[in-house]
Structure formats: structure tokens, C-alpha cells
């Protein structure tokens, strides 16, 4: 062997890839990395790796001829794995069939982890090979509720990965579908994390239980609400979860029997003319909350009648302040306030109506009050902005400032019109169409003359004992 001994590369790095300064473990001509032909000292390949890439490429012949010449079937290969171990998790039917004939261990573990886990673990796509595997398994003696050093069990790790027939069969074979591991999670939250739906309504449908909590408190349905599943988290809601629900919503309204129009809650909110600018919309803080998943906490908020501006510019001390103790759930208000702040404003916030539509008064009714509460929201985000703007100013802040202020002045004019209109009309009688039909008013004179008229009448026929009929009052009336 030549002197010069030349090294691969580190692990990642192809023998091909150049590199400008090229890999050296020294600065010795001695010791040196250089794109030519690799040379190796020449060493013997174990039976075990020779075992493992006859069972890799499915060499059928190749492992009956090792076990026949004295290699042990559940001799540990890669990793400590048994060659059972490594055929499941290739999901090689052949292999396992094989190797279960020439009495290899369906339970041999490795750290607690057996044949079976590694099956469920698969990262194969084929179920229907998936699930040939696992009977010839069970066939076999496998333990379906096994546990591994995490005390994970094989229907965990086929609820984490989706596979939807092997959580069917195992189903079947009685496995306790309730059993929880070291993080608290039963197969349920490992579906629920790998947002796998159908798996889900197989494990509910296996009697899987909603009331667990994890070792953070969790439930399968916050783990759902967290990940931003929400189909799944209607699935997995407890009757218990939804009374809570209910009783957070029951908490943001004042009285739900009592049904509000939509305007007129909206103009109650509405600041007035002397409030401050921190007042006005308080029902959207709950409704921020609840969106940032922090609804139980919105009864500190209310009693302390919190307004949206003040809670957009809200600190971390005033957070403790309200008595929000956990620093996850003030760092979360914080986050999810900025992002506020930055989220790009959608063009139909203000409830536009298309332009074939006729708006009527209501309509510009609810308009106004949603260009009043977008304004209330720029005031608090110019303030958030005034707050945060790192020091020095730059020079292009100062030419948007103009330009808000510019927006600001043709606004100010319009809404000047808008009310010098309005105070217009209130000032004027009230309009009344052209072609409505109203009783011509009588005079209070013609009315007294008709009363003293019937009067004089009456006496009359009293006088004379006139039977009163038809033809005796067109006699009198023609004398």
C-alpha cells in the first residue's frame, strides 16, 4: 500500500462534489484529501453485515445458506436490530415469512422495541403488504400490547404514521387502545398530532377515550386545536370540553336570550365623541382571545373592562398585571398582538356591497361604524409603531408619516361633508313622499258647527215626538 494515505470524505459529502479549499487533515503532504481514486485497507465484511444486505436486497438463498452454516436467525445486525426487525421494517413479506419459518423471535426486542413496533413504524405506503406482515405476526405470537422504553405500544406508532388498516387489525386483536405512554398521549393524541382523520374515527370507533390528559394537562381535543385541526377537533370534543365551551361563550355574551341587531351592538360600542381613545369594542378582546386559543382567561379581561385599544398595546408587565400568571400564555398575547399589527388589511373588512347593489341606510349605517372601528385600530397601530420604532428614525419613515397624514386631511374633509349633510337634513321637516295619500284635515270650526247642528236636530225631534225614520228626515231637511 502506498505511503500517502488518502481518507473519504466526512459523512454528507460525496466523493465527487469540489470544493475551493479542498479537505485536508493536515498540512502534510502525508495527510491529504484530493479527488482521485480512494484507496481502503482491505478488511474482511462481518457476517452480520453480509447477513443484513442479503436480507436489503431480498436474497433469499443467500440467508439460508449463512443460517445453515451455523449464523443464528435472531443474531443482532444493524443497530442492535434483529433480522426480523429489519425485514419488517422493509416490509419484505418473503423475508418475514422466511425468517419466521426458521424460528426467528416475534417478541426478541431491542431496548423494548419489537418486530411488531418496527412494523407500524414502517415508513412503507403499501397497506396491503403492511397488513400481510402484521398477520403473519400475530400468526405467529406477537404481543400486541407491548411496550417499549417510551411505553409507546405498535397501535401508537400506527396511529402516529397513518395506517389506517394495521389501527383496524390490531383493533381487532383486543390491543388497549387507552394505554398511555411516557408523554401521557394514548394513540388517539399520536393520530390527532399526525392529523390523520380517518385513523381518528377508527379509534373512537374502538372506544378510545376523550378525558385523558397528557403530562402538560392536554387534551386530544387542545392538541387538535393547537395543530389547527379543526375537523378533528370536533371529533375528539368531550361532552365536558363542550359544557367549558359553552360557558366561555355564555361568559362574552351579556345575555344570549336577549338577540341584538347587529347594528345597534355595533353603535353601542362605538367611543363617543368625548370618550378617550383607549375606549370602544371591549367584545373584541374575548373574541382575540378565544382566537389565540386563551378563551378561559377572557373573564380576567372583561372584569377589568379592557378595551381593544388598550389590549393591542398591551405589556408584558400589564399582562401580569391582569393576572395572566404563565409566561407561554403572555408571550402568546404578545406574538399574536404583533402579527396583528403586521397582517396585511382585507379588502372586504369593511363590508363592502358590490357595485351592481343598492346601499341603503342601514347599509352606510354599518359602514360608518366599521370605518370608526378600522380607525380606532390604525390609532392603536401608530401608537404600537411610535412604541417599537428602533432609534434612530430612519429617513423613509418620515415620508410615510406625510403620506398618512395626507390620507388623513381627505378623509377628515369627506366625513366633514358627510356630517354637514346629515345635520342638513335634521334641521328640515321631515320628507314625505310625493304620492302619498293622506285624509284631508277638517277645520276645528266646521266640526263645532256640524256638533251644534246634530244638537239643534235632536232637540227638535224630542220636541215634537217625531218618530225618527228615512222619509220624516227628508221632510224635515227639505222644510
Known amino acids: 500500500m502506498s505511503s500517502n494515505i488518502i481518507y473519504c470524505r466526512p459523512a454528507g459529502m460525496s466523493d465527487d462534489e469540489h470544493s ?7 498540512d502534510s503532504n502525508d495527510y491529504f484529501y484530493k479527488n482521485k481514486k480512494v484507496c481502503f485497507d482491505e478488511l474482511p465484511e462481518s457476517k452480520e453485515s453480509l447477513f443484513y444486505s442479503a436480507l436489503k436486497y431480498e436474497k433469499i438463498d443467500t440467508m439460508k445458506s449463512m443460517l445453515a452454516n451455523g449464523f443464528h436467525v435472531d443474531q443482532p445486525l444493524s443497530g442492535g436490530w434483529s433480522p426480523l426487525m429489519h425485514a419488517c421494517s422493509f416490509c419484505f413479506v418473503p423475508a418475514i415469512e422466511f425468517l419466521i419459518k426458521a424460528q426467528a423471535n416475534v417478541n426478541f426486542n431491542k431496548e423494548l422495541f419489537t418486530p411488531m413496533m418496527a412494523l407500524c413504524n414502517s415508513s412503507s405506503t403499501n397497506e396491503e403488504e403492511l397488513l400481510k406482515c402484521l398477520d403473519l ?5 406477537a404481543n400486541v400490547n ?19 388498516e394495521l389501527v383496524r387489525r390490531l383493533l381487532e386483536n383486543k390491543c388497549d387502545v387507552n394505554i398511555q405512554d411516557t408523554e401521557g398521549w394514548s394513540a388517539l393524541f399520536h393520530a390527532v398530532v399526525g392529523g390523520h382523520e380517518d385513523v381518528v374515527q377508527l379509534l373512537l370507533q374502538g372506544k378510545a377515550r376523550l378525558d385523558l390528559i397528557d403530562r402538560r394537562r392536554r387534551t386530544a381535543f387542545q392538541l387538535a ?17 363542550k359544557r367549558r365551551l359553552l360557558e ?19 353603535i353601542g360600542q362605538l367611543p363617543g365623541p368625548n370618550a378617550k381613545s383607549v375606549s370602544g369594542f371591549s367584545s373584541d378582546v374575548n373574541k382575540l382571545l378565544l382566537a389565540m386559543q386563551l378563551g378561559h382567561i377572557g373573564k380576567q379581561f372583561s372584569a377589568k373592562n379592557i378595551q381593544l385599544n388598550e389590549f393591542l398595546l398591551t405589556t408584558d408587565e400589564r399582562l401580569k398585571e391582569l393576572g395572566v400568571r404563565f409566561s407561554v400564555h403572555r408571550q402568546r398575547i404578545l406574538n399574536s398582538i404583533r402579527k396583528f399589527h403586521l397582517h396585511q388589511w382585507n379588502k372586504a373588512s ?36 411610535r ?26 374633509g369627506e366625513l366633514k361633508v358627510i356630517h354637514s349633510f346629515a345635520s342638513n337634513l335634521d334641521h328640515k321637516e321631515k320628507l314625505e313622499p310625493v304620492d302619498l295619500i293622506k285624509p284631508k284635515k277638517e277645520s276645528r270650526r266646521y266640526f263645532l258647527t256640524v ?3 246634530s244638537v239643534f236636530i235632536g232637540f227638535i225631534f224630542w220636541r215634537k215626538s217625531v218618530s225618527i225614520s228615512i222619509p220624516n228626515l227628508l221632510h224635515f231637511g227639505v222644510k
Open 451 to 453: 256638533l251644534a247642528s
Open 248 to 266: 366561555e361563550e355564555n361568559s362574552t355574551l351579556p345575555d344570549k336570550k336577549i338577540i341584538k341587531d347587529p347594528v345597534e351592538e355595533l
Open 20 to 26: 475551493e479549499d479542498e479537505f485536508e487533515f493536515s
Open 387 to 412: 412604541v417599537h420604532q428602533p432609534i434612530p428614525i430612519q429617513p423613509e419613515v418620515f415620508k410615510m408619516c406625510e403620506n398618512v397624514l395626507h390620507q388623513l386631511d381627505l378623509i377628515n
Open 350 to 385: 369593511l363590508g363592502m356591497k358590490p357595485q351592481n347593489q343598492q346601499m341603503d341606510v342601514e347599509d352606510g349605517i354599518r359602514l360608518m361604524c366599521n370605518v370608526t372601528k378600522h380607525l380606532h385600530i390604525l390609532n392603536a397601530t401608530v401608537n404600537y409603531i
Open 225 to 241: 386545536l393547537e395543530k389547527g385541526y379543526e375537523d378533528i377537533a370536533k371529533l375528539v370534543c368531550s361532552k365536558t370540553e
Open 137 to 141: 405476526l400475530l400468526k405467529h405470537g
Open 146 to 164: 407491548a411496550t417499549d422504553r417510551h411505553a409507546s405500544t405498535a397501535l401508537m406508532y400506527a396511529s402516529s404514521c397513518g395506517h389506517l
